[in-house]
Structure formats: C-alpha cells, structure tokens
C-alpha cells in the first residue's frame, strides 16, 4: 500500500505503462486519493469507449465519485503521469479537488509527438484565473513516466508490440 506522493505517482504511471498494451490507447494514467487510500483510477479511453472526453483524469474523476458517492472530492488528491489539459483542469475545479500531482511536463508530453494536447494545455492559459487558485499543481519529476512516451514513441515507428520492463 501507498503511503508516500511518489509512490501514489508510481500508480499513476503504471496505468499510463499499462496502455502500451491496447494500440487504441495514448499513455496516460491518473489515481485519485482519498484518505491514503486509491478510491479511483484512469487510463485513456477515447478511442476505447468513442469518448473525446475520456482522459485519464476525467475517467479517474467518474471512478472516483462513483466509489464514493458524491460530486464533492474536496478532501482528495489527484496524482496524473502528465500535465492536464485545459478540460481536465475545469473538470479538477468542478469536482473541487485540492492538490494535483503530474510527472511529464506538458513540454514533455509536446516533445513525444502529441501537439494536440499541448495545444490544449495552452488554452488553460485563458481558464478563469480565480477556479485555477482553487488547487494547488505540483510537478513530481518520474523518469518512468518519460520512460512511457519513450516507449511509445518508438512503437509508433517501429510498430513493435513488446513491453519494457516497468518496476
Ligand atoms: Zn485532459
């Protein structure tokens, strides 16, 4: 069991190493922690489900509510193997969640080949600046999860399906 952020991060890039497997899936993860415990987990899924709005994060927000039974995550922390984007960070405002915690920088995720989400992490830029004061976003440096896009980077180009050793 977790006790410490690093670890939590841990979980959060092993979901994002575990998408590796599913060529419909872009490498990320996201935990939710509620009282040291994991009430909620994500990987990405739009192309899973045909859901453009399945992000880790958003995926790790309905898990966790269910499990929970409510709308309110006030006394829990988000732990995600990259930066969030514009809709994920109003997402994290709208579930009122106090502390987020991301290993790849959003010039990380950009320098991988995803532009698209870098683009849409600029436009955060324009969110309300007062919902953005509402939680604190703390980078947790994680070789592992540059580790992930390094991996999936290459399988882009070489179409390899193996998987790399993750501990
Ligand atoms: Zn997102």
């Known amino acids: 069991m977790c006790k410490s952020n690093s670890c939590y991060m841990n979980e959060a890039v092993t979901l994002a190493h575990q998408c590796l ?26 192309k899973v489900k045909n859901d453009p709005t399945a992000h880790a994060e958003i995926e790790a927000i309905r898990n966790a509510s269910k499990k929970l039974k ?21 997402a994290i405002h709208w579930s009122q969640i106090k502390a987020v915690y991301y290993a790849c920088s959003r010039k990380d995720v950009f320098s991988f080949g995803l532009p698209d989400a870098f683009e849409l992490v600029e436009k955060r830029k324009n969110l309300n600046k007062d919902a953005l004061k509402k939680f604190e976003m703390i980078q947790i440096k994680n070789e592992k ?20 050793k993750c501990n």
């Not at 990320?28 to 509620?34: L, T």
């Not at 006394?75 to 960070?89: A, H, N, Q, V």
């Not at 999860?145 to 790399?164: M, P």
């Open 21 to 46: 497997e599913d060529k419909l899936r872009s490498p990320f993860g996201c935990v939710i922690v509620h009282k040291n415990e994991i009430v909620g987990v994500g990987k990405e899924a739009i």
């Open 70 to 90: 409510t709308i309110d995550l006030s006394d829990c922390i988000l732990f995600t193997s990259s930066e969030p984007c514009s809709m994920c960070l109003s």
């Open 145 to 164: 999860a540059i580790e992930v896009f390094r991996e999936w980077r290459s399988r882009q180009k070489t179409g390899q399906k193996h998987l790399v």
